[in-house]
Nanobody
Framework: QVQLVESGGGLVQAGGSLRLSCAAS????????MGWYRQAPGKQRELVAA???????NYADSVKGRFTISRDNAKNTVDLQMISLKPEDTAVYYC?????????WGQGTQVTVSS
């Protein structure tokens, strides 16, 4: 059974930083394409950042240079370091595991950036 548990969300002022973490069980993050997505009220869920099993990363244009995705194979976690946060980054952030034949999601963690 796959479980993805996000943590690290919260309320931060514009310009501040947060670090989200996704603790995975039932999968090996180093062998899986892992991603962070977000969904703001009234908007569709969108890709924020992803990292493949080979270590390649990609980012949404809106977060390039501000967000960094990384993984810790020993801890089986995937983190999202966010700096220079903006009010438009406010959303529920979800961890996603894509094994090709199956996609799993975490329950999400709220990030709120005040202006």
């Amino acid at each position: 059974q796959v479980q993805l548990v996000e943590s690290g969300g919260g309320l931060v002022q514009a310009g501040g930083s947060l670090r989200l973490s996704c603790a995975a069980s039932g999968i090996i993050v180093g062998a899986t394409t892992m991603g962070w997505y977000r969904q703001a009220p009234g908007k569709q869920r969108e890709l924020v950042a992803a990292i493949t099993s080979g270590g390649s990363t990609n980012y949404a244009d809106s977060v390039k240079g501000r967000f960094t995705i990384s993984r810790d194979n020993a801890k089986n976690t995937v983190d999202l370091q966010m700096i220079s946060l903006k009010p438009e980054d406010t959303a529920v952030y979800y961890c996603r595991a894509d094994r090709g034949w199956r996609v799993d999601w975490g329950q999400g963690t709220q990030v709120t950036v005040s202006s």
